[in-house]
């Protein structure tokens, strides 16, 4: 079955950086465009970026343009998530999704950011 795992979230100060890493398994993640979401306190999920498969041209919510960088490496069938320029507006809960299998999700990784 679809299984995916994120990892990387953390407490940063507010500037700093964090790495995403999301770990898919039980479907061809070679020919599946990635996207990831995030989801804080009291609001709905939200897309925050996603990736091609073939090409990995890459989409970015406002939010994220110019902060956020979205890559994949298909040999680990994983998928990233560079945040850089923290603000606290980005805490959240992140998830990663298959565009192939919409309706699974991991556990999703947590992301404080803080003084």
């Known amino acids: 079955q679809v299984q995916l795992v994120e990892s990387g979230g953390g407490l940063v100060q507010p500037g700093g950086s964090l790495r995403l890493s999301c770990a898919a398994s039980g479907f061809t993640f070679s020919s599946s465009p990635m996207r990831w979401y995030r989801q804080a306190p009291g609001k709905e999920r939200e897309w925050v970026a996603g990736i091609m498969s073939t090409g990995g041209g890459t989409m970015y919510a406002d939010s994220a343009k110019g902060r956020f960088t979205i890559s994949r490496d298909d040999a680990k069938n994983t998928v990233y998530l560079q945040m850089n320029s923290l603000k606290p507006e980005d805490t959240a809960v992140y998830y990663c999704?298959?565009?192939?299998?919409?309706?699974?999700w991991g556990q999703g990784t947590q992301v404080t950011v803080s003084s």
């Open positions: 999704n298959s565009q192939l299998w919409p309706r699974s």
